[in-house]
């Protein structure tokens, strides 16, 4: 309500003031308790609660992010996010499914109709996964606030995912080698739609400083595997004959108990040998993740700002393994803190170089759901 | 109490911050702003906290009647005050979160309960009534070759005769013609079931260990209860509901965990009810039929004996006819047999002997 002659708006804010821009994680008590309500209303609602359970976790996060000291907000619901899933439930998977299970049940599951209908589920799986990341990504700006400013994207999910598609396409096609340049196609796409306020982001660059290391990578990729393969071999002493002895197991001997402890432990060390190949693949082609992040956040402009961000394959590996053995050991319980340590990670190593004109950033005028696409607005796929 | 105190203030137009004064009304908070010759006035009940309040840490307001302007108040006085006169900013006590948490639990498992029973019972029933014939069929085409693939079928032809003779003899009795078939696999597992679209079957060691037709034919009537009402058609519409079901709740698309169908098909029972319904039939077709009903109830005695003796806590205990149709007392007491000179011979001591030897 305002009383007076004018309201102030615009026009009365100071013009020109181009200020620096810090990013900081401020550390808030409350997570672990967060985590521990999150899983147990999790098991009692069969896991429906993990819309709300993501919000919870959602909030506290984007609200330990401070922006020259004012903290982001989150104001999206966990009401929106289940109403999306079910949608996208109703609309797509309930009848996929339980078709396909129809026709499973009907001519048996190796029939040519069922195996059809799981290709086309597929198909369609993969055509509307650059969908979901991008539909994902618009809910969560324009739920995202800093001094009351939200964030949009503006541009065309449907042209997002066949971009989308068609990377993922290139990439089986070229062996890997078109990775770079449709990774920086997919950014430019994902930070030129971006806006703060109405005011853009701006991505450009080229993707020809990546190669480097993306050959690296590449090229590293079957020495470390077999290196790896040669070192786990001769540790776990499985020699040539073990593994002609198992190729020449008789399924019709009878097992004697002794022999059935011998294969549960080939069998463990097997998953074991399949994950460390797994981690070791992973952690070389954080090399050339590392290199992408940095060039990525170069190319990001704002205002009249550059972001930079220190990531390094060290600091990635870190984050990363630490991650999976909070995961691994809390049983997913503590997946509030992978989040918590994700944003960290960011805002520690993310830094703004130049100004902006902070008091010239206009509150955004697209249309939120309320008004404007409904529903499909809202819905987050994370869970797809 | 400072009055008035500054403070911050994002208008929720521009993300510039303005310097404010505030002041209290008696009903409220009046933001004045110098550059902008402004007040604005925010009533204390449309007050709404961005984040929990705490102690020692600035206020985050925002206001019903402005949602995207912010009002940051310093720690303070002014801050206590705020929090007094808006007693929905502060957090609610532990106990009511506690509460509401418990609440929200149990009303959710309620929730959880309440639509798996009508996934569970409800559903499968009034679902299984509606399946065409040629998807039934279908159904009991797929049931037997999982659960029957490796084992041998009994062809004996005098046998089957006589089988054949000893079934129509039961189903004659029935107020509705029955639509059914009965096979018999050469299993070493004394049990009986009934399949989709009226496919009864009956295990050679089932038959091998009858001392009387009386014994085939009310077991025989039971299973005709389950297919008179549709039980194994609702068992499997079960299966694929549970399927279903979890699918969802874990947000992945199932399907191809059918071939385990065959796994749960075991493990899954008849309701007790379901059982009952079965027993009630059964009992009706033999009175009509001049059955007697001492012949299930001796093949009931006989399963429960044996199980007494420990035969059932072996891997064949597991998958028998107790498992799948489990016993009480009251069960067996429900079949009473008939007054004497009530009852007609099943079949004829010759084509018992046939029956007898169906498998070999």
């Known amino acids: 309500m305002a009383f007076g002659q004018a309201g102030f708006g615009a026009a009365s804010a100071p013009r020109g003031s181009a200020s620096q821009v810090t990013i900081e994680y401020v550390d808030r008590p409350g997570l672990l308790w967060l985590s521990i309500k999150n899983f147990l209303l999790g098991v009692v609602t069969l896991s429906i609660y993990r819309f709300w359970a993501k919000t919870n976790v959602r909030r506290h996060v984007w609200s330990s992010v401070r922006v020259n000291g004012e903290p982001l907000e989150y ?16 609309a797509l998977i309930l009848p996929f499914v339980s078709g396909i299970l129809a026709l499973q049940f009907i001519f048996g599951p190796e029939h040519v109709l069922t195996i059809l209908g799981q290709l086309v589920f597929l198909l369609l799986g993969f055509l509307l996964w650059g969908m979901a990341i991008y539909r994902a990504r618009r809910y969560r ?24 598609f068609g990377a993922m396409l290139l990439r089986g096609i070229t062996l890997g080698w078109s990775t770079p340049a449709m990774n920086l196609n997919i950014q430019e796409r994902l930070i030129g739609d971006m806006k703060f306020g109405e005011t853009p982001f701006r991505f450009s660059g080229v993707a020809g400083p990546l190669y480097a290391r993306y050959a690296l990578c ?126 960290r990670y960011m805002a520690d190593r993310l830094s703004v170089i130049g100004t902006v004109d902070i008091a010239a950033i206009q509150q955004s005028t697209a249309t939120l759901d309320k008004r404007g696409e409904g529903l499909l607005d809202a819905f987050d796929v994370d869970g797809f | ?164 003779r000893l079934a129509s003899r039961v189903a004659a009795a029935a107020d509705e013609p029955v639509e059914f078939s009965l096979r018999v696999y050469d299993m070493p597992i004394i049990n009986a079931f009934a399949m989709p679209a009226g496919r009864v079957v009956m295990t050679g060691a089932l038959i091998r260990q009858a001392d009387s037709p009386e014994e085939l034919a009310g077991v025989l009537a039971h299973e005709l209860g389950h297919v008179e009402h549709r039980h194994p058609e609702a068992q499997l519409v079960r299966v694929v509901g549970i399927q279903l079901v979890l699918s969802i709740a874990t947000g992945g698309g199932g399907g191809d965990q ?92 010759a084509e018992w002997q046939a029956i007898k030897r169906i498998c070999s």
């Not at chain 1, 324009?142 to 066949?162: A, E, K, Q, Y």
């Not at chain 2, 840490?57 to 310093?74: D, F, G």
Request: charged content about 20%; hydrophobic content about 45%; proline content about 5%.
């Open chain 1, 75 to 90: 104001t999206g619901t966990g009401g929106e996010l289940f109403l999306g899933a079910l949608i996208i439930l109703g």
């Open chain 1, 141 to 164: 700006l324009s739920r995202t606030l800093w001094r009351g400013i939200r964030g949009t994207l503006t541009g065309s999910s449907t042209s997002f995912s066949m971009l989308y």
């Open chain 1, 218 to 343: 590449w090229l590293a990729t079957p020495f470390v595997l077999l290196l790896l393969g040669l070192v786990v071999f001769s540790i776990s002493g499985l020699s040539v004959d073990a593994l002609q002895d198992i190729s020449a197991f008789d399924p019709d001997r009878p097992k004697s108990e002794e022999s059935s402890a011998g294969e549960a432990a080939q069998v463990l060390s097997i998953f074991a040998i399949v994950f460390i190949f797994i981690i070791a693949y992973a952690l070389l082609w954080t090399l050339y993740t590392a290199r992408e992040m940095v060039l990525f956040a170069e190319y990001t402009k704002f205002d009249n700002a550059q972001f930079k961000l220190n990531a390094t394959a060290a600091s990635l590996v870190t984050l990363w393994l630490g991650n999976m053995f909070i995961l691994l050991f809390t049983l997913g319980i503590g997946q509030p803190y992978v989040v918590q340590r994700m944003a």
């Open chain 2, 1 to 164: 109490m400072a009055n008035p105190f500054g403070a911050q203030y994002f208008d929720g137009r521009t993300a510039a911050s303005h310097q404010v004064r505030v002041r209290f009304s008696a009903s409220g908070l009046l933001i004045e702003h110098d550059s902008a010759n402004t007040i604005l006035q925010w009533p204390f009940s449309g007050l709404t906290a961005i984040e929990r309040p705490q102690e020692g840490h600035p206020l985050r307001l925002s206001h019903s009647s402005e949602k995207s302007a912010r009002l940051i108040v310093p720690p303070g006085p002014a801050q206590t005050y705020i929090l007094n006169r808006a007693p929905q900013l502060k957090a609610s006590p532990v106990l009511r979160r506690a509460l509401r948490f418990a609440g929200f639990a149990v009303g959710s498992l309620a929730c959880v309960v309440i639509i798996g029973y009508a996934i569970l019972n409800l559903a499968p029933q009034l679902l299984s009534d509606q399946l065409p014939l040629s998807w039934r069929e279908r159904l009991a085409d797929q049931t037997e070759r999982s659960l029957l693939k490796d084992t041998k079928r009994c062809h004996n032809p005098a046998g089957k005769q006589a089988l054949s």
């Open chain 2, 258 to 349: 059918l071939g385990s169908l065959a796994g749960i098909f075991a493990i899954l029972r008849y309701t007790r009810s379901a059982e009952e319904q079965a027993d009630d039939y059964a009992l009706e077709l033999m009175e009509r039929g001049d059955i007697d009903p001492k012949g299930l109830r001796q093949f009931f005695e006989k399963l429960s004996k044996k199980s007494g003796e420990g035969a059932s806590k072996t891997l064949d205990g597991l998958t028998d006819m107790l498992s799948t149709h489990p016993l009480s007392r009251e069960r067996v007491e429900y079949f009473k047999p008939m007054a004497p000179g009530q009852a007609r011979p099943v079949v004829s001591a």
